[in-house]
């Protein structure tokens, strides 16, 4: 391999998912700022880039019964320490709460407040919206060959 052509470093499609997932979840972010549905204060937050993309592993990955900091953090992919970190700045802003573990009175459950779940609802329209938006510049044959194909190659990541 030539040192004379290093065009190859930027152009692969690692670095074009990458590009496409940091436009798509500014966008999300940028919706959900917007949004009517969202509640006002995080909805300043976001508008403020206050909330980070990293911030949207807590409402992808929670569930609507709550989950243990263990299990959100694996779900996520992140290291039960970096979720910790995220968790707290949610249950600072009122997005989540800590509670005790209906099963484990010793464990820790993490939960939607109700302000979360309007956050929740509104993250849901932004990306349905991010989505469409896709799906009108590539196309909506491109667009759902691209999901189809992510999907696969990313469900062999995990199996």
């Given amino acids: 391999m030539s040192n004379d052509d290093d065009r190859w470093r930027q152009a692969h499609l690692g670095h074009w998912l990458h590009l496409a997932s940091r436009r798509f ?30 911030h949207l592993h807590v409402t992808r990955h929670l569930s609507s019964q709550g989950d243990r900091l263990t ?14 970190d ?11 709460r800590r509670e005790a573990h209906p099963q484990d009175r010793r464990a820790r459950r993490i939960v939607f407040t109700p302000t ?6 509104a993250f849901q329209a932004a990306v349905a919206q991010a989505e469409a938006e896709v799906r009108a510049e590539v196309g909506a044959d491109v667009a759902t ?12 990541a995990s199996g």
Avoid: F, T
Avoid at 116 to 121: A, S
């Fill in 25 to 54: 979840e500014a966008r999300v972010l940028e919706l959900v700022a917007r949004s009517p549905e969202a509640p006002l204060a995080l909805s300043n937050l976001a508008a403020r880039q206050q909330v980070a993309a990293a």
């Fill in 71 to 84: 299990d959100l953090a694996a779900r996520a992919g992140m290291s039960k320490q970096a979720m910790g």
């Fill in 86 to 96: 995220l968790v707290d700045h949610c249950v600072a802003w009122g997005l989540v």
């Fill in 116 to 121: 979360g779940l309007d956050w929740l609802h």
């Fill in 145 to 156: 060959v691209l999901i189809l194909g992510l999907e696969a190659y990313a469900a062999g």
